[in-house]
């Protein structure tokens, strides 16, 4: 809003007052105009929530940053009904937790109750910095954001595995067995966490300084057959979880001689898959019949060009549990019996969608849209909605939808899983 400031008036005032005001107000002689005011200043007015017939003009408090990022949710499409419950959560609107070398953010079922089946974390090491050795009940699968990580496994044949990853690299833990990660150079890393339980949270896993902090030392002494004083001064469990450290030499030169190697890799370069590629976009699905470790968690990264869209689908195994990475997005969720909801994302959101639930997911952004599909199964299954209509007996959909013959043969009977193909 541009309101006509009033001329200001140049009477002539006394001392007094002149100096009075002076220790009233601050000695700064106008406000600047930051950057954020003047790009909101060159956005269109903000919309109401009003469709033709329907709704009003919203004159009370409003944010209206949040309104402009959730249209969708703002002026909901007329299709939308019923009560389905919320679906989107963004890690801007989670705890950060600072620790002594990075921080760590986690959206659970506390921050999105919905995610019974799958929780995430947002996690930044720098350069040098270690995740604490650890080990949890659930299972990890995670994918790099930025920069380079190493991470360390041992399975319970006490064989070992150690390799570095970069952007688009996965790794996967199985649930109780041991793991590290530390961040490289220059600059460290940043990685999504993925888990195959809603209620996981990071701030619960088994660390390595917190049991040998309650041992007793004479246990500690007979169990590694060195003097208990060896253990005197482990580092409270407060000071690690994250910490500060050295960023270590080239993996060769880190791997411990004599280390019997896993027969798999719990790594994997999800970007050097081939993708299934349409005109609109393009997907990489990463399951266990690619990533044989990863037994617990199947995920594809879809990648959108502006005006595409994520086609009609559902999946007939388990919920979707989702992570933008790139650019704008918005989801229509169908849950059966009348209900219907449409949410917005953007980078850093997470999505989700209950079993069997039909939805799309549309670039609604003037730039590509990259987001994760993740799932708490072995393998990676979709149905499309086009791909069912084309291979049933015409005659039959044409019955079902009241459509005409001519809309039935241009359905698709492969599976195209961006559109327009
Ligand atoms: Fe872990
Ligand atoms: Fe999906």
Known sequence: MTAARKPRKRASKKRSTILAKAVRQPT??????????????????????M?????????GPRNITLDRQNPDLFIPPKTDAGILPNLRFSFADAHMRLERGGWTREITMRELPISTNMAGVDMRLNAGAIREMHWHKEAEWAYMLYGRARITIIDAQGRMFINDLGVGDLWYFPPGLPHSIQGLGPDGCEFLLVFDDGSF???NTFLLSDWVKHTPPEVM?????VPAKSFARVPDPDQLYIFAGKVPPPLNRDRVKGAIPTPLAYTHKMMAQKPIKTKSGAVRITDSSNFPVATAIAAALVEVEPGGMRELHWHPNTDEW??????????????????ARTFDFRAGDVGYVPFAMGHYVENTGSGPLRFLEMFKSAHYADVSLNQWL????????EAS?????????????????????
């Open 401 to 421: 939808l009241n459509i005409d013959g001519k809309t039935v043969k241009a359905l698709r009977k492969t599976k195209a899983p961006v559109v327009p193909v």
């Open 28 to 49: 700064r002689k106008s406000a600047p105009v930051s950057k954020v005011h003047a790009a909101n200043d060159k956005l269109p007015p903000p919309r109401q929530p």
């Open 201 to 203: 949270s990071e701030d």
């Open 221 to 225: 002494a007979k169990n590694f057959g």
């Open 51 to 59: 469709r033709p017939r329907r709704g009003g003009t919203d004159p």
């Open 390 to 397: 084309a291979l049933t007996p015409p005659e039959l959909v």
């Open 322 to 339: 989702q992570y933008y990475i790139e650019g704008e997005a918005r989801m229509g969720v169908f849950g059966s019996t009348r209900n």
